[in-house]
């Protein structure tokens, strides 16, 4: 990835979870790269998540919802990582205001400010497979319809779709991925509010046992987070991907059950329960989902290549080693 | 029409095009009417709209951003029609969150505010073709991909879904009407930015030529607003509509052109001329359109009745008795 050497990069959400180690990859190869996070407590950041690269990032605590901020920060980047978001769910139907704000909102005024002082910025969008909502079929393809089932999936596409459009109307060179689980070190895990597989990793370094909602059937595939990265270096150096949307995913597909026996595996010890859907999060679950990924393997060349059980064995061994960042007892 | 028999009914936009000759139809059904508009200049309230019934409905000058008054309005209404909107798609480019903010944001206010103090009102969301962009066959249904070309359709999108969310998971019963081009006594006549058929309007009476961008060949529907009114009360009377989204629309396909040398037959006098696209129209041009409203029809046995013919002629009577109450010279 000679195409980042020396050239300026911004990450929003750069302490959360993806967004730190995209900064990491990114300084490998050779960018100045400053980091807009929030820090927000209900969100995905940590400043322990850069600790070993701290000397080599800029760093600004600022929320993307400062929109005369960030428009600063803006001039004179080459490159926007835009992984600013609020990603809970749950949290999007308890305060649906608040979603808006981050995940539409604050977009929208990315992209105003990006005209204004900055259009020829080159921008790769964290987007979400929730917005398909409960799947017709599987895989799900890019062109699966839209459904989103919660309010973080309708203000997620809103925010997807303004990059799409700014592209398409104003040349500001934009795309979107649509990630799937993405899993790793740095995940938020004090709680699921990033993704569940967070309080799983919790779950079983305290000794406690894992719980499943439901029957613990449904399908996932799971990204760990250096293949994700991966995508977003790809997606962010090359052109054919201007204008475009592409599903991240896996082809190694499983149930919730067989991920929790796999994960008990490696730790050699712990349990998991079925337990009942609370109604808040069953009228909003999408059922089985996995990605169909081949428009971003046949256009960009991508594909995950990390397994599942040597992810998950690099994750557990990293919260075992640093849990005391990440959640107090 | 007997389900709105001394119903309350809330109207936004009241004062609009479709929420005047609605709430004058929910008169005559014995409804009592609230209406609430904003009178902002640049969109679609007119006092004068509801001249003939002032006496018979109550009319609140709020806009629906301010959520505080909004949810005092909601409290005890049987029903909401909810109009308000920005409809200007250059506007929406031009001032993107004013946009945001009315189809987006007070849009969530407003169910948040009928989850809390009137979850059992029923409500009826005027959404828009707009957000199917062009068209990847005609006549386009509900199941046509949804790519809007602007930030209007974007964020009329949201609204619209978050309106189809609140119906599946809190049970407030609501649907939504994608309106195809809606024309007839009480549009907005001064410019274009309610419908082109509008400005086109007002040229023919001021006796200046019609300005048909590109070469007059883009196909269209059109509803008059009797038709499209009988559409909101249908869905609103009708408890199949739940979560639903209804394309309006009519088999009365016409182009530009046709549709100019129409009025102008109607009138035996003016003249119309083809111009180039504006370039900042020219990007969010949709191409031919016109609906597949067999949905509508087939659950809720809605068609459009009345003939472009006698639609227009209707239109072009009242404008040329009332343009005073519309523009100033």
Redesign the interface.
Known sequence: MTKYKSKKVLITGGLGFIGSNLARALIFHGAEVTLVDSLSPQYGGNIFNVEDIRDSVTVYISDVRDSSAISGFLEGQDYLFNLAGQTSHLDS?MD??TD?DIN??AQ??IL?ACRRVNPNIKIVFASTRQIYGKPDYLPVNE?H??R????NG??K??GE??HI?YN??YGIRSCALRLTNTYGPGMRVKDSRQTFLGIWVRSIIENKPIKIFGDGLQLRDFNYVDDCIQAFLMAGASDIANGKVYNLGSSEVINLKDLAELMLNIETSGKYELIPFPPERK??DIGDYYSDFNLIKNELGWEPKISLKIGLKKTLEFYKNNHRHYWSD
Chains 1, 2 share one sequence.
Not at 148 to 151: A, E, G, L, Q, S
């Open positions: 139907m649906p205001q808006l539409a909102n929208l005024s105003e062109n319809p839209i989103p089932v919660d309010v309708i203000n596409l809103a779709w303004y459009l398409n109307v009228v909003i």
